[in-house]
């Protein structure tokens, strides 16, 4: 069986349509950071009304206890929902009229994410008797067996919405048969968020360019002092085979040469270009800490990247945060955005920094919506919320 589309439901006139989305965006105060998964989920709620549905939202936002909490209200994302739809969008409890309304954030009640399945099903009850068929579009929870993504799609007639099939097309396209040279880029935080990725995806690949903080445990292991960089000693073993694997399966393992290092883990923290094999031999000696790959690593990477034609990134090549710190994952997106191919930014935090140093959605192939859901899917994991819509992986 393969995934059920919408066009399974029949005709969607008058329905009133339950649609679980992924409207969990990063937010400071009431502002919304990135609304990037509020733009993803409007081309689904645009089919429905134009079927004649009328369509109730539901989303989580963050991790409440299970109980009301106003910093994790979905206020602000009804507002702008509304914007990017043209439409109104009622904030309600239940279904107000025939347009769109977007109910409180599902995790408010302690069933959604219950781990006993009777409590799951109890929520997920409550939920069907608002509407009359499911549309699951989540994409970022489909890993998760949560009543609002398993447990409902199981009560009433279900498929998969338009983000969700975009979504696995794409990383159909990055398992299956990918466009070569492959190279996957990785970064971010630490090595072993990623370790599954990278046993998965190293008998796929061409090229596998490391940066970010996990870039250290690779040159930790290869004997580098690294000073107060972010390193997982526990990791080395690991990283060691890696490195060995790579040469066995021909890949080409790039790591950087030079690395930008800080006296301090702070914005304005003085910084110089060190070599990556003198990362101590700094004004600030073994105290150095390493925020961004180096200028010639970032010329490396985007070179390896624009000669690729397929291409996966995920996460940061260094503390993007910091506007000193940004030019590698900046270099980074950029070739990313001139490949010859598919170009995929994965995972929340890289999204997050294309958007951040203004690069504009319709530069990449495809911005992944979905960083742990995508994670699992390239380990080759069963994705609960996707088994559920019909889906089987090949
Ligand atoms: P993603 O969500 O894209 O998969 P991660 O969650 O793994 O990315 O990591 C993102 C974080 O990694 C960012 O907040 C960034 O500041 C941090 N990071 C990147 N490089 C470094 C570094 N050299 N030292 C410490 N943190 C880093
Ligand atoms: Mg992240």
Known sequence: MSLRTIETLGDLADKVILLRCDLNVPLDGGRITDDGRVRASVPTIRRLREAGASVVVMSHLGRPDGAPD???????????????????????????????????????????ASKDARERESYAAELAALGDVFVSDGFGVVHRKQASVYELAKAVPSAAGLLIATELD????????????????????????????????????????????????????????????????????????????????????????????????????????????ALEETPFGADGIGLDI??????????????????????????????????????VAQALSEVDGLGVVGGGDSAAAVRALGFADEQFGHISTGGGASLEFLEGKTLPGLEVLGWQQT
């Open 70 to 112: 106003p910093t994790f209200s979905l206020a602000p994302v009804a507002v702008r929902l509304e914007e990017l739809l043209g439409e109104p969008v009622a904030f309600a409890p239940q279904r107000v009229g025939d347009g769109v309304t977007l109910l409180e954030n599902l995790r408010f009640d302690p069933r959604e």
């Open 170 to 277: 794409v990383l159909d396209r990055l398992t299956a048969r990918p466009a070569k040279p492959y190279a996957v880029v990785l970064g971010g935080s630490k090595v072993s968020d990623k370790l599954g990725v990278i046993d998965a995806l190293l008998p796929k690949v061409d090229r596998l360019l490391i940066g970010g903080g996990m870039l250290f445990t690779f040159l930790a292991a290869q004997g580098h002092k690294i000073g107060k960089s972010l390193l997982e000693d526990s990791q080395f073993e690991t990283v060691k085979r890696y490195v060995a694997e790579a040469a066995e399966r021909g890949v080409e393992l790039v790591l950087p040469t030079d690395i930008v290092m800080a006296s301090g883990f702070s914005a304005d923290a003085e910084h110089v270009v060190a070599r990556a094999e």
């Open 294 to 331: 180096g200028p010639e690593t970032a010329a490396a990477f985007a070179a390896h990247i624009r000669s690729s034609h397929t291409v996966l990134w995920i996460g940061p090549m260094g503390v993007f945060e910091f506007p000193a710190f940004a030019e590698g994952t900046r270099a």
